[in-house]
């Protein structure tokens, strides 16, 4: 009962009293009546009941309350904290299936077989020149291809199949061909060497050199490879633009049997009006640009890729926009013919180079947005640069435009620790990217001096550890500007 305990009063735990309460006598033991219970009275200066509990009784009742008032929201809600934080966890999961670089989907596939697994990574390598692996993303790629032309798509294909079957036989990374790093360049060459063809679409004997050059990119790629990784730098699409230079001036315009478009120097001044610049046009360049990527130059198939690119990265597809929309105020402000930016040429390489910069190979801060931004522009200018002395030999501008400026921007140095160029190996998607430099920076030692040297955090030698204060040592081994005692 309330007011006692073992039939004793707790104002008088040992039993005796002064003044001892009638009590009647009920089947457990003697129970005040209600008008004592009533008149009965604490006296002053009394403990609270709650106070002559035994310790662990009293915390246990403090928990429960505590328990009961956190209970109390939720109840109305419907929904408790706990369950509302278990919710978000689950969606992320189901949007990473088709989102990303779809690293689930491929762990899935991992004990499938072959052929489904193979069909993945050519998808992959379908998507991945847009710094893209994901082979939802290289399904609709390929099914703008189609919007295009099926000739081009069937050339395309051909590449990525024969550039991937080639890496496999070379026992090449595994895990580089699972992401499409072998595939994508056979994409290229497939589709460029057939728009620079000059037979015609179903000209079936171009599908050989198509496959000879195929065939080639995984050698480039790993030759490169050797060579830039010490730098840690990425080959970018180097084996694609070697492959089709090597190809367009082998033949040329007039070889009997693989003639390729005739591609002569500007002999005199163009006619520019600017009345008649025609600003939809403009606007449409730039999903046409993001297509010319590919070499596709209708604007739904660009649309179709920019699709694409959003679904697996929106900040891949913001920079895609803005990279493609750098180049047309870089050919207005030297006097370019209108075609040529209605048709996108001088905005697919600066498209590329800004998705590089702009947190691909950076981690995204304000500071790489500009940086990606100004690349882009460059990046225009450089192939219009290149452009005018490839002519000169009849050759096509490719991506050369890109891989120079991209490069050169990755060999940047500076002390802006915002400017962060990551690892290779940790080069995922610019959100996965941009995580990952967030979690470096919550772990660097306040103690620690640290600046970003080439792209890469140095830390100061005295808290680095051994094994990464090699590329600081002089010739004794000694961390340069340090005495030997503080070397570690």
Excluded at 106 to 127: M, T, Y
């Amino acid at each position: 009962m309330p007011g006692e305990m073992d039939g004793h009063s707790l104002a008088d735990p040992t039993g005796s009293s002064a003044n001892p309460l009638p009590t009647d006598t009920g089947p457990v033991g003697p129970e005040p009546s209600d008008s004592e219970l009533k008149s009965q009275r604490w006296p002053t200066g009394a403990q609270d009941p709650a106070q002559n509990r035994p310790l662990l009784e009293r915390k246990e009742a403090q928990r429960s309350k505590v328990a009961m008032e956190m209970e109390a929201p939720g109840e109305k809600s419907g929904k408790t904290p706990t369950q509302t934080r278990k919710i978000w966890p689950q969606i992320w999961g189901a949007l990473s299936y088709f989102t990303g670089d779809m690293k689930a989907f491929g762990d899935w596939l991992k004990d499938k077989p072959l052929a489904f697994q193979f069909i993945d990574w050519v998808l992959r390598g379908v998507s991945q020149v847009m710094f893209v692996s994901n082979p939802l993303s290289g399904l609709i790629i390929v099914a703008g291809f189609l919007v295009q032309n099926f000739w081009l798509t069937l050339t395309g294909c051909l590449g990525a199949v024969v550039s991937t079957l080639t890496a496999i036989l070379l026992s090449q990374d595994r895990s580089a061909i699972a992401a499409g790093l072998y595939g994508y360049n056979g994409v290229l060459v497939g589709m460029l060497m057939a728009v620079f063809s000059d037979s015609g679409d179903y000209y079936w004997w171009l599908l050989l050199p198509v496959v000879l050059m195929s065939m080639t990119c995984p050698l480039f790629t790993s030759a490169l490879g050797s060579v830039f990784s010490k730098w840690d730098l990425p080959v970018f699409t180097l084996p694609f633009n070697l492959a089709l230079t090597v190809f367009v001036a082998a033949t040329g315009h007039y070889n009997p049997f693989f003639p390729t478009t005739l591609i002569q120097p500007i002999t005199s001044r163009p006619s520019i009006n600017w009345s008649e610049i025609e600003v939809p046009l403009l606007f449409q360049s730039i999903p046409i640009g993001v297509g010319q990527v590919y070499g596709c130059d209708n604007p739904w198939t660009g649309g179709m890729i920019m699709v694409a690119l959003f679904i697996s990265s929106p900040l891949v597809f913001l920079h895609a926009v803005i990279g493609s929309a750098a180049g047309i105020p870089a050919a207005l402000s030297v006097a370019s013919p209108f075609n040529k930016i209605y048709t996108g040429l001088w905005s697919y390489n600066s498209c590329l180079s800004c998705i590089a910069i702009g947190g691909m190979f950076y981690a995204l801060t304000w500071q790489t947005f500009l940086l990606a931004t100004v690349c882009a522009v460059f990046t225009a200018y450089v192939g219009a640069t290149l452009s005018n002395m490839f002519s000169v030999f009849g050759l096509p501008l490719g991506t050369w435009a890109f891989c120079l400026s991209s490069l050169t921007f990755l060999l940047l140095t500076t002390d802006n620790d915002a400017i962060y160029k990551l690892p290779l190996s940790k080069v995922t998607y610019p959100e996965a990217n941009r995580a990952y430099y967030l979690a470096q920076k919550g772990k660097q030692p306040k103690s620690a001096s640290s600046r970003v040297l080439g792209g890469k955090m140095k830390i100061d030698a005295k808290v680095m550890p051994s094994e990464h204060t090699h590329f600081l040592q002089g010739e004794e081994g000694t961390p340069a500007g340090l005495q030997a005692s503080d070397a570690k």
